[in-house]
């Protein structure tokens, strides 16, 4: 089975400020894992995934996360917060040929001006 | 990547009845996803839905009370039945194309009264 925990389910920074979304992951297999964004009263959007290549990803908007093996985590940073970047942020994980996503509990991010 | 269409976007729904939500996406999909997400809540999988065999449900979700349908690789509904307030939830609709990421529709936010 697999699992993801996100700690801290509300996240508060200033406009300029770093993001980190903090995200660990239980999976008997190579996992799949994935970072999404939700906008108020919109779907999913993809910001970035792991899919067994580099370690370090890049996404969209300026996010980037690392796959830490050694430590079953997928941190979420961004150096520069924009006020933009407030919305629910998801991680998520697969694998061993499952195709259905099991999903984190979610963490609210906050921009202060 | 593609594209899923969802509608209705929102409902108001008296209890006791049914709503049913389509998705259509804009390319075939072998396997497509549905998920409820409750107020503040993270996402939960509802059940996969493949084309030409019945859907196979996650614990705590039962066909009489979601049946779902898949037609063809493009098109699927999922039907609320038998609504209550506890119904009152946004269900998404996902599809996944092998070892790539999934993609959501906008989401239908229901509210049973």
């Known amino acids: 089975a697999q699992s993801v925990t996100q700690l801290g389910s509300h996240v508060s920074v200033s406009e300029g400020a770093l993001v980190l979304l903090r995200c660990n992951y239980s999976?008997?297999?190579?996992?799949?894992l994935f970072w999404y964004v939700q906008y108020p009263n919109q779907g999913l959007q993809l910001l970035l995934k792991?899919?067994?290549?580099?370690?370090l990803v890049k996404g969209i908007n300026g996010f980037e996360a690392e796959f830490k093996k050694s430590e079953t985590s997928f941190h979420l940073t961004k150096p520069s917060a924009h006020m933009s970047d407030a919305a629910e942020y998801f991680c998520?994980?697969?694998?061993?040929?499952?195709?259905?996503?099991?999903f984190g509990q979610g963490t609210r991010l906050t921009i202060n001006p | 990547s593609a594209v899923i269409s969802q509608k209705p976007s929102r409902d108001i729904c008296q209890r006791g009845t049914s709503l049913t939500i389509q998705c259509q996406v804009d390319?075939?999909?072998?396997?497509m996803f549905w998920y409820r997400q409750q107020p503040g809540q993270s996402l939960t999988l509802i059940a996969t839905?493949?084309?030409?065999?019945?859907?196979?449900?996650e614990s705590g979700f039962v066909i009489d009370k979601f049946p779902i349908s898949r037609p063809n690789l493009t098109f699927s509904t999922l039907t609320v039945s038998n609504m209550s307030p506890e119904d009152s939830s946004i269900y998404l609709c996902?599809?996944?194309?092998?070892?790539?990421?999934?993609?959501f529709g906008q989401g239908t936010r229901l509210t049973v009264v």
């Open positions: 998520a994980v697969s694998g061993g040929g499952a195709q259905k996503l099991v």
């Open positions: 996902s599809g996944r194309p092998p070892n790539t990421e999934a993609f």
């Open positions: 390319s075939q999909v072998t396997m």
């Open positions: 839905a493949n084309q030409g065999s019945e859907a196979t449900y």
């Open positions: 792991y899919t067994s290549a580099a370690t």
């Open positions: 999976s008997s297999v190579p996992p799949y």
